[in-house]
């Protein structure tokens, strides 16, 4: 059956049930009947639908649901009976993304290039992740085709997804309900084995519920705020599963956008699936959020591999199968789920069960082949972004890159501080007269920062700039937002971001690592405006920052700022201090990106001495007995020097596109 009429099947099913109690199941194979379902999983595609990088007009085969797509062909041709569904963070990540939300918008009757693309493979089901609602409550409802009963949101039938959306844990404040079905029914013809071991088919039932974050409460405050109320996951599961699990299913799969965190539960937990997998009506879980991989087996530095209740070798979550399959089209989750008929139900045999995740990049280094049907369906949407993001805005006389912002190098920085900076300061002179003659500080996080591997830096290079350049430099759709902090809370401010370095011991003898690997560097904020300060890296996080200087002068704990920033942050993303409701002084709707953009068109052409020369930190220098090392993109010493930092010995060339220096922390940086 084409996987279309596959879906369309089963939406009438979740109708049926619906409206008139458990459809018919059909003859029922008896006792001992046994059959392997493969439960296939995508997360965090973020719009990377084609293995191609909008801000360098580049190929780049190491990413794209185009090449997912070819593991979950061969899936389907390995496993006699498939599954497919997604974890979320689907719709936002790429300029192909911006282009349809805010480029040019995309109109009621076009479908999504994402979900085009999922729709030409067949997926059987999907949830919502946080990224799914940056570009607002209308956006989404439109690209879902759903409903959404929020004020500003006009319902009208449009074009979505062939596979239902289930979103347990985010109702509505208008009307209680929740903003999406919170919970779906499936069935499938399967081919199965009775217990002669004679060839047969049968039905199988599934009940699905999808999760998201509860913090995106605080992410996206300005397009959520007064429009939803969310709960826990945990909560929302207990409030939703009895009247799933009543509808006959033989298994639960939880298909929640969250990762693993074994700590005590709290009802606004980022990653509750630990406590999740606790509850007795989810069966099996389907992983996302945290950019990883579960299970990882074999890997000694794996997380995974000392948390409690965890295997990571099989893939189970506190005595269940699990799976979490990476990001943006790199991996294919994939559970092996066997099952057992017994007492007119199938059954999970744990024992026979397991989970890995399969890698687009095959053994000997290379990667598997695209499948065309993906690119044919994207292909005017893919010219288009082109198109979009090579409108020229101005030019630069220095490279903007984040290969060495570790060390110091504002490059990529200070352009993204002094546009916020600009822009706050005359809105607030607008707005806030009585907060005019505050200074104004700005704060921007590298986000790309070799998270992904050896390309996944922002490199720009000297010349002509066009938008897909302010797009590398500020890859999220976030608005701009300021608020009111004071010297106290300026400095623990950058404390908190300090956590990106580990801490040094100098009388370690052996190599200790520069970056916490740990700690995002989304949450690296470097602050500009006239401060600087130097991060003691023997100190412990929360008691690194000395000598905090504004304009010269140590600055006073009750001194005020206004910090420019974003909405993410401002609202509290990150657990920064000095956030939250109560400190924000603006919030404009104007994205972030879109701000830069018109600054360096009023500019024209930056310059290095003008506009990449702010350098407001320093480490304190520190003799260690042991080097200590910092990896970055292999072949960029040029750039390190450009930006006058010193001290760096290559200490070897990893072969994967990295290299490894040590540094000599005993100068300073």
């Not at 309900?177 to 029914?185: E, G, S, Y």
């Not at 799969?253 to 980022?270: F, K, W």
């Not at 052409?605 to 350098?615: H, M, N, P, V």
């Amino acid at each position: 059956m084409h996987p279309s009429r596959r879906i369309a099947c089963a939406s009438i099913l979740i109708l049926l049930a619906a409206c008139a109690g458990q459809p018919a199941r059909g003859p029922t194979p008896g006792d001992g009947a046994r059959a392997t379902l493969a439960i296939l999983e995508s997360t965090d595609v973020h719009s990377n639908v084609l293995g191609y990088d909008y801000y360098k007009l580049a190929e780049d085969p190491s990413l794209g649901f185009e090449r997912l797509a070819t593991l979950v062909r061969q899936a389907r041709r390995e496993y006699a009976n498939t599954l497919l569904f997604d974890a979320g963070d689907t719709i936002q990540g790429t300029a192909l993304a911006d282009w349809q939300a805010r480029g040019e918008p995309l109109a009621c009757g076009d479908k999504l290039a994402m979900y085009k693309a999922m729709d030409a493979l067949g997926y059987d089901g999907g949830t919502i992740g946080n990224h799914e609602f940056n570009y607002g409550l209308p956006f989404l409802a439109q690209v879902t085709n759903s409903a959404l009963d929020v004020d500003g949101v006009t319902p009208k039938p449009c074009k979505g997804p062939d596979f239902p959306i289930v979103l347990a844990n985010v109702d509505s404040k208008r009307s209680g309900r929740p903003l999406f079905a919170p919970t779906a029914v499936i069935e499938r013809r399967i081919a199965a084995r009775d217990a002669r071991g004679d060839a047969i088919e049968a039905t199988v039932r599934i009940g699905l519920i999808g999760f998201t974050p509860p913090p995106i409460l605080q992410w996206d405050k300005d397009n959520l705020d007064g429009r939803v109320s969310v709960s826990g996951v945990v909560e929302a599961a207990r409030r939703h599963l009895p009247a799933l699990r009543a509808q006959g299913v033989d298994f639960v799969i939880a298909i929640s956008h969250g990762g693993i965190n074994p700590s005590p539960h709290t009802h606004d937990m980022e990653n509750a699936n630990w406590h999740l997998a606790a509850e007795p009506g989810i069966d099996v879980l389907l992983l996302g959020h945290s950019h990883q991989v579960f299970p990882d087996p074999g890997n000694p530095k794996s997380r995974f591999a000392r948390m409690p209740e965890v295997d990571n070798e099989r893939g189970f979550l506190r005595g269940k199968p699990a799976v979490m399959g990476g990001f943006w089209g790199k991996n294919l989750g994939l559970i092996e789920l066997a099952l057992v008929h017994e007492g007119g139900h199938w059954r999970i045999d744990h024992s026979a069960t397991r989970s890995h995740v399969r890698d687009i990049r095959r053994a000997a280094g290379d990667f598997v082949e695209p499948d065309p049907a993906i690119a044919a369906a994207i292909e005017a949407e893919h010219a288009a972004t082109i198109r979009y993001v090579s409108t020229p805005i101005g030019s630069s006389d220095f490279a903007m890159t984040s290969h060495f912002v570790a060390l110091g190098d504002v490059s990529a920085i200070e352009p993204v501080n002094r546009a916020q900076r600009d822009f706050v300061r005359k809105r607030i002179a607008e707005t806030r007269p009585d907060l005019a003659d505050l200074p104004v500080l700005s704060a921007v996080a590298p986000f790309k920062v070799g998270f992904a591997g050896a390309t996944d830096y922002t490199d720009i290079a000297a010349g002509p700039l066009a938008i897909r350049n302010a797009a590398d430099l500020y890859l999220y759709p976030n608005t701009i937002a300021a608020v009111l902090v004071n010297g106290a809370e300026l400095r623990a401010w950058l404390d908190k971001a300090s956590t990106w370095f580990n801490r040094i011991d100098p009388q370690a003898t052996t190599p200790q690592e520069l970056v916490n690997r740990r700690f995002p560097g989304y949450n690296f904020d470097v602050v500009q405006g006239g401060i600087s300060w130097r991060i003691d890296l023997s100190r412990p996080a929360g008691e690194r920052i000395v000598d905090l200087r504004h304009e010269g002068q140590p600055v006073d704990a009750a001194q005020r700022f206004i910090l420019a920033t974003n909405n993410y942050r401002a609202g509290g993303g990150g657990d920064f201090p000095g956030t939250g409701g109560d400190r924000v002084v603006l919030s404009d709707q104007i994205m972030n990106r879109d701000l830069l953009i018109d600054w360096v068109r009023a500019r024209g052409r930056l310059t290095r001495d003008e506009d990449a020369s702010d350098r407001p930190w320093r480490f304190v220098p520190l003799r260690t007995a042991a080097p200590v090392s910092f990896t970055t993109a292999s072949g960029k010493d040029a750039l390190a020097r450009a930006a006058g930092i010193t001290g760096l010995r290559l200490l070897r060339e990893n072969g994967d596109g990295t290299s490894t220096y040590a540094l000599d922390l005993s100068v300073e940086h």
